[in-house]
């Protein structure tokens, strides 16, 4: 009983503010491992990272680079948008990285909801300045062209726009404000382009064939380069990944966390991440990103020209 009235008695404002915390445990899948580590080439690889003072020194070093060129070009990868929660493929929680572990990759991104990151707002504005000529990209996401860039115009997806529509007839793109549904077929219902073709998803898969407006376009400034800035990819998948180095008297700038396979090639080399490299590149050009768009862009149709 004397512990009863103890507790009676006891002042419950003394007791400490208590905030239960949920954290999802990993989801363990047993048998994704092989199909993992083939996606991976072989093996799971681990990230670098230079000291903050380096990462200032390799952005200013590619500010004076990027003020002298007269026709840069940048190529992005999954990099640029894991900020923005969107998952990569090779990092330690990027998507085949998961398979790789025997664990089920994260996918409670809305991926419809994620806006441009830092780094796609900063190209955004360089190509604006008109210090970038053009942007090819192997991301499916859409930012680039949530961001305001525009395809064809100044970006090449390599791989699709997951907000774009494509006939296999003629070629041409419809652009929307909703992401495009993959079906069992690839096939659109119901979606129908003016030539009369059946609309499909954008999207590229392992073996297919890169749409040609996009790649001619890409290669077309990789021939031009003399400046070209590789963000956010290890440069593994070709032929998007020979792009870079198409112009032997350019010279090449890589900033990933991860080696890649022409990093013997490169004249500046960074291990950082994105956001902080060009948070420091554009506070040696003394430039600021607009935020990015708070509604989606116009859409269109047709390829154009």
């Not at 419809?174 to 999207?203: A, H, I, Q």
Request: some cysteine.
């Amino acid at each position: 009983m004397a512990f009863l009235a103890d507790l009676q008695s006891f002042d419950k404002g003394a007791l400490h503010k208590a905030e239960t915390v949920v954290r999802p445990m990993p989801v363990i899948c047993a048998g994704t491992e092989e199909w993992g580590t083939k996606c991976l080439g072989g093996m799971v690889e681990s990230e670098k990272r230079e000291t903050p003072e380096e990462t200032k020194q390799h952005a200013q070093a590619f500010a004076k680079m990027l003020k002298a060129a007269k026709h840069a070009v940048i190529f992005t990868g999954a990099g640029v948008s894991t900020s923005t929660g969107v998952a990569d493929y090779r990092g330690p929680n990027g998507v085949w990285t998961c398979l790789a572990t025997g664990r089920i990759p994260d996918e409670s991104v809305d991926l419809h909801t994620v806006k441009p990151s830092y780094t796609h707002m900063c190209i955004t504005k360089l190509v604006e300045k008109k210090m970038v000529k053009f942007v090819t990209s192997t991301n499916l996401d859409g930012l680039h062209w949530k961001s305001g860039l525009e395809p064809h115009i100044n970006l090449s997806e390599l791989h699709g726009n997951m907000y774009c529509a494509r006939c296999p007839r003629c070629k041409a793109e419809y652009y929307g404000n909703d992401p495009v549904k993959r079906t069992p077929t690839r096939f659109l219902e119901g979606k129908w382009c003016s030539c009369g073709g059946n609309l499909m998803d954008s999207g590229i898969d392992f073996g297919q064939t890169l749409p040609l407006q996009h790649l001619s376009s890409s290669e077309k400034h990789g021939r031009k380069a003399d400046l070209s800035l590789v963000v956010g990819t290890s440069m593994r998948v070709s032929p998007a990944s020979k792009i870079p180095i198409m112009n032997d008297k350019g010279k090449l700038c890589i900033v990933n966390l991860m080696d890649t396979p022409f990093d013997t090639k490169a004249k500046l080399r960074a291990y950082c991440s994105c956001d902080d490299f060009f948070f420091h590149l554009m506070d040696e050009l003394k430039l600021s990103p607009d935020f990015p768009p708070q509604s989606m862009p116009a859409p269109f149709d047709t390829y154009r020209e």
